[in-house]
């Protein structure tokens, strides 16, 4: 009677384990850009996130809470207005710039937004980043291959996007 017991419950911890890992979402293995904005829509991968050029890659040091402590880590990216600009601003009139809006999304559904004037003339546009890299190792499972972060936000994360899949440039 026991051993029955003991494998129903190994049965259930097992099918709870699936539905958590399908719930928390699936790791980003490539980034898709594209949007009623950009002229040219992209698809990449982390190899090509790390062959931007020097100055349109950021490192920086953030504090995170892990296990109810407060720990500094250093991430490393590409910051978003980088990757928007390779892709290419469609932008008819002069002032359109001022009215485009990112929509950053995550295999799980969970979406970020930010205006374009908010990522080219702010110093908090300057650290958001598209993230591949955690205290120089690939970003594990928990965060995707490819994550975002606002690391100047005063609380990061709202705006840290785990799974990063697709980010969409609007005109509104």
Do not use: C
Request: net charge positive; hydrophobic share 45%.
């Amino acid at each position: 009677m026991f051993h029955r017991i003991a494998r129903g419950l190994a049965s259930l911890l097992v099918l709870q384990s699936i539905a958590l890992a399908a719930w928390a979402g699936s790791p980003s293995e490539s980034l898709r850009v594209d949007g009623s904005a950009i002229k040219t829509a992209l698809t990449l991968s982390v190899s090509d996130l790390k062959a931007f050029p020097p100055d349109q890659l950021g490192s920086l040091a953030v504090s995170r809470r892990i296990d109810g402590k407060e720990a500094s880590t250093t991430i490393r990216g590409v910051r978003l207005s980088a990757v928007l600009e390779r892709a290419g601003l469609v932008a008819a009139g002069h002032n359109d710039w001022k009215s485009l809006v990112v929509l950053a999304s995550a295999t799980d559904g969970y979406k970020v937004s930010f205006s374009w004037p908010e990522l080219i003339n702010t110093e908090g546009g300057a650290g958001v980043l598209v993230v591949f890299e955690r205290d120089g190792q690939a970003l594990g499972a928990d965060e995707g291959r490819i994550a975002l972060i606002a690391a100047h936000d005063l609380k990061s994360g709202p705006r840290h996007v785990k799974w990063l899949s697709h980010v969409e440039l609007k005109q509104f």
